[in-house]
């Protein structure tokens, strides 16, 4: 791993977007949407043409997904490279990517989903400090963007500081934890954990978000990343969006997402918080990968906080 941290270059206001398709195939129809949306609000948008390409489940073949990335590399005046969206894809390309030419870039990257796999990787192959956030046809296709989404987007690339205070009973001890923000979507977490791609991290602030999981798969990847030794190294476990990850096999026991929740507080010394909003929702926020941060819980709430790019 790289051990000097490179965070992205603060993009210019109005940003340039380089736009690309590592993963799942992008629809036409909300490509154009979100193009038009951002170019309204005064973004310069740079899609590349292998976004639109298609093969079998992808946006593309593997060397046609690659090409898409590498051209958002080289747009100069993309100060954001983002994902169109995720679905699956982002891990055929790992061991294909130029690292030290996505660190070279000093662009912020930006997704969510499948796109965990490349903010692992960039960490841990680049020292690349990466954003996990909104996706362009996902979360900017169709209809006006969400505020709260819109708000902390902009806070997280432009300001010194973002922060997000969460009311919920999480039976934690009281006290403020510092420690380097990372995490994503369980399933890559889960999926990168003994690969070069997964960093390192002691002392980290770890927060998780998942989709269309049956509860008990949830905590067979949680177990995973324990008995990976990656749950232990951590000061907190922060829990995102679960969306539609209820039980639904009704033969069996219907072992809950709460549960689940349990069990973890039962075996890890650390705190588990949930209800951060992240995830696979429109109301999302924007949250650096690898950076320093603060966590402080109180009676009944808890605050995490983490500095913009703006902050130099």
């Keep these: 791993m790289t051990t000097d ?3 992205p270059r603060p993009p210019a206001r109005p940003a340039g977007i380089g736009v690309f398709g590592p ?9 154009a949407g979100a193009t038009a949306r951002l170019l309204s609000r005064g973004y ?7 976004t639109s390409a298609t093969w079998r489940y992808f946006a593309g073949t593997d060397p046609q997904r690659l090409a898409g990335l590498t051209h958002v590399l080289n747009t100069e005046d993309a100060d954001i490279a983002m994902a169109a969206r995720g679905g699956y894809g982002f891990s055929r390309l790992l061991d294909s990517i130029d690292w030290k030419a996505v660190r070279a870039s000093g662009k912020a990257f930006v997704g969510f989903s499948d796109f ?3 903010n692992c ?3 841990a192959q680049a020292g690349l400090v990466t954003l996990h956030g909104p996706m362009f046809t996902s979360d900017f296709g169709e209809g006006d963007p969400d505020p709260f989404m819109w708000q902390h987007f902009e806070a997280t690339l432009h300001g010194d500081e973002d922060h997000a205070s969460v009311d919920v009973d999480h039976g934690a001890k009281p006290g403020s934890i510092d420690g380097t923000l990372w995490g994503g979507n369980l399933s890559l977490l889960a999926h990168l954990a003994g690969t070069p791609y997964l960093p390192d991290i002691a002392g980290g602030i770890l927060y998780v978000e998942e989709i269309e999981e049956q509860p008990y798969a949830i905590e067979r990847m949680f177990l995973q990343l324990l008995h990976a030794g990656v749950l232990r190294s951590q000061r907190a476990l922060v829990l995102g969006d679960f ?5 639904t ?4 026991y219907a072992y809950s997402l709460a549960e689940v929740i349990e069990s973890l507080r039962e075996r890890l010394p650390i705190p588990v918080l949930e209800g951060l909003p992240f995830g696979h ?4 926020l924007t949250l650096p990968f690898g950076v320093p941060a603060k966590l402080a819980i109180g009676d009944g709430r808890y605050t995490l906080s983490w500095p913009g790019l703006g902050r130099r």
């Design 5 to 7: 941290i490179l965070l």
């Design 23 to 31: 993963s799942g195939r992008v629809d036409a129809t909300r490509l």
């Design 44 to 50: 310069r948008v740079h899609v590349a043409d292998e």
């Design 116 to 118: 965990t796999a490349f």
């Design 121 to 123: 990787a960039a960490y």
């Design 243 to 247: 969306r539609r990850c209820d039980p």
């Design 249 to 252: 096999n009704t033969s069996r």
């Design 281 to 284: 929702i429109a109301r999302k």
